[in-house]
Structures are given as C-alpha cells and as structure tokens.
C-alpha cells in the first residue's frame, strides 16, 4: 500500500513539476507565422534603398511582419541533417550566439497582439510575454527622450548576454557581441526595406532605465533599439 502512495504521489509530484509546467510555457508563448525565405525586393535594392527615419504613421504592422523582423534579427536556420548542429540568419564567434531580441508593442499597434514587451524565442519562432502593457513611451523616455521612438507600431530591442561570450573569449568577447549586434542590425534594416517598412536605430540611451521601463532579464544587457513602422 505504501508503495502505491509513493508511486500516486510521484506521478502527481511529476505532473506538477513538468507537465504542469509545460501547460503553463505553452499558454504564455505566441506562436508567430512561419518566416517566409523569398522576396519581391533583391538583396541589392535593399541596400540602396536602406534609409533611418524619425518619424511613423499610425498604420499597425501585421504578425507576419512581425515575425519575418524578428527571424531577419537572431533566426534560427534549419539543423544541419548530418551534425544536428543549429546556426543562424547572423554569424556569431565561435556559434555561441549571444544575442537577445526583445519586440516592444503597443495596444493594436501589431494586428492581433495584445500591447507588451515580448522575448523573441528563435527555437519555436515564437513570443514570450515578458511585461504587459504599452511601454514604449517608457522606453522613448530612457532613450534620452527621443519621443519620436514611441509612435513606432514595434521596437525592436537587441540584447546580449555577454557571459555567453565571454566564458570562451574574456575580454576580446565583448567586441565579438558589439560585431553580432551589428549584424543583426543590419539584417533588421535590410529586411524592413524588402517589406515596404521604415526603420530607425537608436543607440543612445541608459541602460539601466531601458532594462527598468522594459524589465528585462538582469543577465541581458540593452546594445540597439530599433524601431519599426509604416
Ligand atoms: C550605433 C548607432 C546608434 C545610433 N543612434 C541613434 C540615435 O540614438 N538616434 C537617432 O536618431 N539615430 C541614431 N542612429 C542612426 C544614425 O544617425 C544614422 O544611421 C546615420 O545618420 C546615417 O543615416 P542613414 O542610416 O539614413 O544612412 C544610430 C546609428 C547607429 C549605427
């Protein structure tokens, strides 16, 4: 009898614990449509058209824009069939990868998504709710007050985890963050012009209010905020 009370709580102990879990994982992350890897625009018009603005409509993105900006930012590309390796739309040193993307939106501003600021999950190409609610006059406030910021319909934020880094390469790891970051930058820009979009990029801001506004993890440091529109 004793042992089947063990077994009964194990069982109910390993819902709790993991099934439970998982549930609750699930309801919290957004799936976001799959990225879409043609284009009407090449490669070299995206270039020549690349272009930062200050200045959006009020016209909200769609969830498809969305999730195509976040993949162009930190996306995971297919496993290697042979080595089972992963690797992304960006290099990084060493494939450590050490990047963070973080969308910023406010109420309608996306089509179908409630107002928040969400974690980029690359793995699922899902939203993880991290803060709910519109903080994207927070945001434009810990940019030095760059109000013009807060009518973009999405910020996205780039962060890194520079221990990721670091761990491998010490000091000389921190440049290895700073040259990822700007690949995903440009990626971000290069794939706002191929759908039509507008883009800004804002470096200056403090770290620590970006992290406060937005409450992001404490182990990711702010490097790009990017706004994007119409
Ligand atoms: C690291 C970095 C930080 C930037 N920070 C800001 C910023 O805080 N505010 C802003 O309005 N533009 C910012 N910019 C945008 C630049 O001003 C812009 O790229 C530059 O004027 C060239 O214009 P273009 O991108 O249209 O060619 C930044 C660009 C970079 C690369």
Redesign the pocket.
């Known amino acids: 009898m004793n042992v089947l009370k063990k077994l009964i709580a194990f069982h109910v102990a390993f819902f709790l614990v993991f099934v439970s879990g998982d549930i609750a994982g699930a309801q919290n992350e957004i799936k976001l449509p799959n990225p879409k890897i043609t284009g009407k625009v090449s490669l070299e018009t995206a270039m020549l058209r690349?272009?930062?603005v200050?200045g959006f409509s009020s016209s909200a993105l769609t969830m498809e824009e969305v999730s195509q900006l976040l993949w162009a930012a930190n996306g995971n590309l297919p496993m290697d069939a042979v080595s089972g390796a992963t690797s992304k739309v960006i290099p990084s040193a060493g494939g450590l990868y050490a990047l963070e993307i973080f969308a910023v939106t406010g109420a309608e501003t996306v089509s179908g998504l409630p107002a928040a600021v969400y974690r980029y999950k690359p793995e699922s190409n899902s939203l993880i709710t991290v803060n709910p609610g519109d903080n994207r006059s927070l945001l434009a406030r810990a940019?030095l007050n760059?109000m013009w910021m807060a009518s973009a319909p999405v910020v996205i934020v780039i962060g890194a985890d520079f221990n990721r880094m670091t761990v491998k390469y010490g000091n000389r790891g921190l440049q290895y963050v700073f040259i990822e970051s700007g690949a995903s930058t440009q990626n971000i820009y290069l794939q706002s012009e191929a759908l039509g979009l507008k883009v800004?990029?804002?470096?200056?801001f403090q770290d620590s209010y970006v992290t406060g506004a937005l409450k992001l993890p404490t182990d990711i440091s702010p490097l790009?905020l990017i706004p994007v529109g119409k």
Do not use: E, N, T
């Open positions: 690349k272009k930062s200050r940019a760059q800004g990029s804002v470096g200056a790009m």
